[in-house]
T-cell receptor, first 114, second 118 residues
Framework: KNQVEQSPQSLIILEGKNCTLQ??????????LRWYKQDTGRGPVSLTI?????NTKSNRRYTATLDADTKQSSLHITASQLSDSASYIC?????????????FGRGTQLTVWP | EADIYQTPRYLVIGTGKKITLECSQT?????MYWYQQDPGMELHLIHY???????EKGDLSSESTVSRIRTEHFPLTLESARPSHTSQYLC?????????????????FGPGTRLTVL
């Protein structure tokens, strides 16, 4: 069964600190993995996208890693800001259909305190 | 910021009412999607469309219906709303990849409609 599991479920950190969010998946055949940021009451916004051959990708203070062998990904946030408070969702796409199915994790709810 | 819009943003209605959630995108994307999301839970695909006059049901069974008469417009309708329909509904769109498949597509999400049925 294709699944995406994220940990931790929630996380509280102080402003300026770093943190790492985890994503494990069983989706096969794998196409790509995305990290989305979803602010409360808003739709998800794409942060990074990685294909099978990519190990790391950065977008400003966000760095995503991918280990396709162990089917794990992480999202590292550097020097957190209050505006980073949001849900971070790991999304894995398969290539088994023309639709390019997306499998969503439940997200990690990050709260940054001043 | 993606050019995809949803209205209304919030809706509170009584049981048995008919409602239509609007979704429009100005990016010319052929694919559009409707997701349902409960607090703290993952998004579940309820409907999708490959293009005009194409609609398909997603993974999660839903009593809603959709239509795709124009490329930019993908409304979702509930004929008779019930409290169990209370949820957040997210619309998304994406373009077909150069290979003709959806692989690698990024989906752009609208802001969502928070529906409460009393």
């Amino acid at each position: 069964k294709n699944q995406v599991e994220q940990s931790p479920q929630s996380l509280i950190i102080l402003e300026g600190k770093n943190c790492t969010l985890q994503c494990n998946y069983t989706v096969s055949p794998f196409s790509n993995l995305r990290w989305y940021k979803q602010d409360t009451g808003r739709g998800p916004v794409s942060l990074t996208i990685m294909t099978f051959s990519e190990n790391t990708k950065s977008n400003r203070r966000y760095t995503a890693t991918l280990d396709a062998d162990t089917k794990q990904s992480s999202l590292h946030i550097t020097a957190s800001q209050l505006s980073d408070s949001a849900s971070y969702i790991c999304v894995v796409s398969d290539r088994g259909s023309t639709l390019g199915r997306l499998y969503f994790g439940r997200g990690t709810q990050l709260t940054v305190w001043p | 910021e993606a050019d995809i819009y949803q209205t209304p943003r919030y809706l509170v209605i009584g049981t048995g009412k008919k409602i239509t959630l609007e979704c429009s995108q100005t990016m010319g994307h052929d694919k559009m999607y409707w997701y349902q999301q409960d607090p703290g839970m993952e998004l579940h695909l309820i409907h999708y469309s490959y293009g005009v006059n194409s609609t398909e049901k997603g993974d999660l069974s839903s009593e809603s219906t959709v239509s795709r008469i124009r490329t930019e417009h993908f409304p979702l309708t509930l004929e008779s709303a019930r409290p169990s329909h209370t949820s957040q509904y997210l619309c998304a769109s994406g373009a077909t990849g150069t290979s003709g498949r959806a692989v690698g597509d990024t989906q752009y999400f609208g802001p969502g409609t928070r529906l409460t049925v009393l």
